[in-house]
């Protein structure tokens, strides 16, 4: 994709109202990551109270994230239909909801029903919310601010993993707490996401829509216009893009404890003091990417980006697996993602696609990704019993792919220019 040379106006000259739409609209970010991992770690303090066996844990943890991947393409495709403040205020509600049920749940089933309702209302309202951060953003400042959705994704996982440190001695106690932060934070940003009016862009949008009366302007926002000539093939090479690369990813959030524990024959004290590291080296990757992703350089620190994540799927091919090799892979790949993995499929996804289509398409790859992610973790196990090569060799390739894709076919593709 070409990036205009154009002066780059700075951070600090950025509207208050612009800051105020990204921050609220971006706790989605914050919510998801806040939402998967206390579902994991509350689990398990939940599960002598509740007499979870580690296939209900396993079966929950799958519910959460097809509901997960469900919600994001029927939210996606409401935003478009009916506005990204109406989707994302319910979506909200239904979050305080369901969270609410999981910290005070007195039963398996509301266990249940809680998880159901937190995996859709998280999936609904992420595509919703980074597309309201790029119809509000200034021009110059639209990659920038989508990007700094990530940034709270990781400060997140960072705030969720230090509770988690204070409170995981208190068992079942615990778990209810861990719930009781994520409810905070939502009914603060529902409260707060009221008083927002909705995206203008969108507004105009529609209304330009509704008064059309020729038949393709008509046609806007319609389905059909996804799978056509236009917009098929960004539509097709982003969730390919996003969902193989989050192969690599999620292989490292899922099962990168059982690599340290199991192949490596460390302990997991060791594990989450390396993935403390990674994620301190993230959190400042993506800091760095918020600020460079609207420079004409953007394609540079992809290339960057790529080449790093596929050095560190090499690490434990080249070098075994130990401890060291597997460090290694979890940094380069922490900062390698942040530049060439799910931060730039944000900024391409509002990117790419008009303003009425937007929504629905970002839903519809996040569906996508979460389910072959869902599918993958299935035979992850079986992999690294077979031999962790054919793991890291199968991440190798997967990660190549992606950065070939960006390089040599996305970046080249016309914007959808925002309004």
């Not at 996003?242 to 060791?270: C, D, K, M, P, R």
Request: hydrophobic share 55%; net charge positive; aromatic share 10%.
């Amino acid at each position: 994709m070409k990036v205009e040379t154009i002066p780059v106006p700075r951070l600090r000259d950025l509207p208050r109202p612009a800051w105020r739409v990204a921050i609220l609209a971006g706790m989605a970010s914050y919510l998801d990551a806040a939402a998967i991992i206390t579902s994991g770690g509350a689990l398990v303090l939940y599960k002598d109270h509740f007499g979870l066996s580690l296939g209900h844990i396993g079966q929950l943890s799958a519910l959460l994230t097809a509901l997960f991947a469900i919600g994001a393409l029927v939210g996606g495709r409401l935003g478009d239909r009916f506005g990204r403040r109406r989707v994302f205020t319910t979506t909200m509600v239904g979050l305080a909801l369901g969270t609410a049920m999981l910290a005070l749940a007195p039963s398996l089933p509301v266990l249940v029903a809680g998880t159901v309702i937190v995996g859709f209302c998280i999936g609904a309202d992420l595509p919703v919310s980074m597309a309201m951060i790029a119809e509000e953003a200034p021009p110059g400042f639209k990659g920038r601010l989508i990007a700094f959705s990530h940034v709270l994704w990781m400060a997140a996982i960072g705030t969720t993993y230090v509770l988690q440190i204070f409170v995981g001695g208190f068992g079942e106690l615990g778990g209810r707490i861990m719930w009781a932060h994520v409810l905070l934070v939502a009914l603060l940003v529902l409260a707060l996401r009221a008083t927002l009016p909705e995206s203008g862009e969108w507004t105009r949008a529609r209304a330009d829509a509704k008064a059309a009366t020729d038949g393709v302007a008509l046609d806007a926002g319609s389905i059909r216009q996804l799978f056509g000539r236009r917009y098929i093939g960004p539509f097709v090479a982003l969730g390919l893009f996003y969902g193989v690369f989050n192969l690599a990813a999620n292989t490292g959030g899922q099962f990168g404890t059982l690599l340290y524990t199991e192949v490596a024959g460390t302990s997991v004290s060791t594990a989450g003091l390396v993935n403390t590291a990674q994620l301190v080296v993230s959190f400042a990757s993506a800091i760095l990417f918020m600020r460079t992703v609207d420079l004409p350089s953007r394609m540079t620190w992809f290339v960057l980006g790529g080449v790093l994540a596929v050095a560190g799927q090499l690490m434990p091919i080249l070098f075994g697996v130990n401890v060291y090799s597997l460090a290694a892979w979890q940094i380069l790949q922490g900062i390698g993602g942040a530049f060439a993995g799910e931060s730039m499929w944000k900024v391409w996804s509002q990117e790419l696609f008009p303003t009425l289509l937007r929504s629905t398409a970002q839903g519809a790859t996040t569906f996508f990704t979460r389910m072959l992610a869902a599918v993958a973790a299935l035979g992850t196990p079986l992999l690294i019993e077979s031999g962790p090569a054919t793991l890291f060799l199968t991440l190798t390739v997967a990660v190549g792919f992606t950065t070939a894709l960006g390089w040599l076919y996305i970046r080249r593709l016309p914007s959808a220019v925002l309004q």
